[in-house]
């Protein structure tokens, strides 16, 4: 990944944004994330080929890394070498398509699966989710421990994922990870420069 001093990575959800998406994503930007993965599932190819020229634009602007997600395709034919895989995809790329690429991420939900994404060549793995969260209300959180032995058990770069917050993000740094990824709170936020600066310092 580029040099950034933050550790936080922002993942999208333009269902969650109450603000204009365009909008959003240049204020959290310009705020200097680690990255942002833009990830819009529910999109069909051309959909997601359209927002990413615009998303990769923005993040140009601020020198912030994009990440696309799933769309192995609309990453080949923009030329962007950046790309969030789910395991399952990440399982079917073939070498060829992996030298394609200069990072490759995945997110992972067991010590099995983060062990199989590394030797599948994953450059990082997204571990969760850690803490309760709206966007898995159904879902027993893993919690801290769950991402210790993650960490334990992979050399690659590890991010925690869900339910991040001000108040216990100092709770998954102390685990040793390499940085968090927050989503709701980036597409819900009114403030973004508030935001980040609180979730940096840890401070409610």
């Known amino acids: ?16 944004c109450h603000n204009d998406f ?12 680690k990255a942002i ?6 999109m ?21 890394m994009c990440i696309l997600h799933s769309f192995t395709a609309t990453a080949i034919t923009l030329g962007h070498d950046k790309i969030h895989l789910p395991l399952p995809l990440l399982r079917s790329l073939t070498p060829e398509q992996k ?9 992972c939900h067991s010590i099995d699966e983060a062990k199989e994404a590394q030797k599948l060549g994953a450059d990082y793995i997204i571990a969760g989710h850690i803490f309760s969260t709206d966007c898995k209300k159904d879902l027993k959180p893993r919690g801290t421990e769950f991402l210790k032995e993650i ?3 992979v050399s690659v770069p590890v991010y925690a994922i869900g339910g991040i917050s001000p108040g216990n993000i100092n709770m998954v740094r102390k685990c040793g990870t390499s940085g968090v990824c927050v989503m709701s709170g980036f597409m819900k936020c009114n403030d973004i420069a508030v935001f980040t600066e609180k979730l940096k310092k840890g401070e409610q």
């Open 99 to 107: 030298k394609i690429f200069s990072l490759i991420g995945t997110s």
């Open 151 to 153: 960490i334990e058990n």
């Open 37 to 42: 993965i833009l990830r819009e599932k529910d």
């Open 44 to 64: 069909d190819e051309n959909e997601y080929t359209s927002l990413s020229k615009e998303i990769i634009s923005i993040c140009k602007e601020h020198d912030v």
């Open 22 to 33: 365009y909008r959003q994503i240049s204020l959290i930007a310009q705020n200097r994330p």
């Open 1 to 16: 990944m580029t040099i950034c001093m933050s550790d936080i990575i922002c993942i999208t959800n333009r269902k969650l």
